[in-house]
């Protein structure tokens, strides 16, 4: 059955729905955050580990969903961005935490998808002492983001402007590709190594960060959704957006950040998670699943939108959606990366088609 909200998702923009959907419910939210239950971290920085904050970029203008961390040390550190509208919160953040701009040393982003990177551009003009860290196959896209431009706007279609717009290049100089075991010092106790951990896309990498001794993983390790951990259930999706999502890749990826034994996976989707075990056995699983249900639908001829509809069936008779109110907008969420992960996953099918 669908609800109202799912309804509407396929004659209104998807992001039009959640931000409906939170802001019909946001102070319900917000008063659930204030009570102690972690839903939220509002538009304050949280303190997230030792040395490590969380600021909520709001992206698609809804709480919970993008977010970047800032390391503090001798060398304060960005990671993520989000896209460029959440620069605002971000500068907004860094002043919560009476930190310069001028102290911003470095900005890493764990690949160059609009809603991790999209911001770098913005960022770099706002801190003058930033250099930008990317994987050695994304530099080319932030020094001139002509194509990653076209190629999210072929995702997102008419709504890019409001989302996405403006994408500023970011000068060359300003720059610094870092190969994979390659390490960044933050401060006495804290070296960042970086991780190449290609599978939701090939300009991604992950990185280790020996203070906390966890790996802020991006989109590789998938996505949390933190609201429902509110009503005490967890759960986590492996994310096969297009175009170049690849199962054994991401199989791979997992396999050699989880050997590392992470205490704590800091999703850029959202918030940490100190779970590791389960995070690795059920995004695992839920990949295999996802691939199982993708080559049905699409040997079957099916089409993109089943695919979407039967991912998100799969996901909802799932136990940890049992104890969540039927009207939640995170079903809205969830409706959401099952239409990106099935366009991804029929991208990943034509693209490995004999024919
Ligand atoms: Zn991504």
Redesign the pocket.
Known sequence: MFNENQQQHFTKPWYKILYDAYSFQYTEYEDAGNKGGSLLSGHKPICVAEDVYLIDGFDLNIPNRTGSYILIGDKVTIIETGPGLAVPQILAGLAELNIAKEQIAHIIVT?V?L??AGGAGHLVNECPNATVFVHPRGLRHLADPKRLVAGTRAVYGEWFEELFDPVLPIPEHRLKEMSDSSRLNISSKRTLTFIDSPG??NHHFSIYDSQTHGVFT??TAGIRYPDLEYYNAELYLP?T?PNQFNPEAMHHSLKRIFSLKPKTIFF?HFGPSDNTTQIYEEVSQRLEDFITIGTQVYQEHGNQTELAQQLFNYVEKDQALVKIPEEHPVRSMIQLDADISAMGLFDYFKRNSKD
Request: cysteine-free.
């Open positions: 690949h998808h809603d991790h939701h896309a991006g989109d994310s957006s850029g």
